[in-house]
Nanobody, 123 residues
Framework: QVQLVESGGGLVQAGGSLRLSCAAS????????LAWFRQAPGKEREFVAA????????YYTDSVKGRFTISRDNVNYMIYLQMSNLKPEDTAVYYC????????????????WGQGTQVTVSS
């Protein structure tokens, strides 16, 4: 099983930036894609961004395009989510997830999950 640990969440004002990190350990060779999801209070968990094993083909949900950037460091088994121009509606718990097949955008196709990190954007 792949272990994932997120960090970097916090409180930021609208318009500010944060960078989330996720450290992967375990059998990293089984990972096909890594992704970020988020869950706001009272809402379903939603897809934010995903990136392939090679670091190519990143893609994003429409609401974060142009503001968020996903990247990965395969040497250190890390992925990052650089978030800029944050809005109050970005407030959520952000989760890192690993898939063993393809580069999916649905949570049900991800096999391993981190514990989450809280991001709060004040207006």
């Amino acid at each position: 099983q792949v272990q994932l640990v997120e960090s970097g969440g916090g409180l930021v004002q609208a318009g500010g930036s944060l960078r989330l990190s996720c450290a992967a350990s375990g059998p990293a060779f089984v990972i096909s894609a890594l992704a970020w999801f988020r869950q706001a209070p009272g809402k379903e968990r939603e897809f934010v961004a995903a990136i392939s094993r090679s670091g190519s083909s990143p893609y994003y949900t429409d609401s974060v395009k142009g503001r968020f950037t996903i990247s990965r460091d395969n040497v250190n088994y890390m992925i990052y989510l650089q978030m800029s121009n944050l809005k109050p509606e970005d407030t959520a718990v952000y989760y890192c997830a690993a898939a063993r097949k393809g580069i999916p955008a649905t949570q049900y196709e991800y096999d391993d999950w981190g514990q989450g990190t809280q991001v709060t954007v004040s207006s």
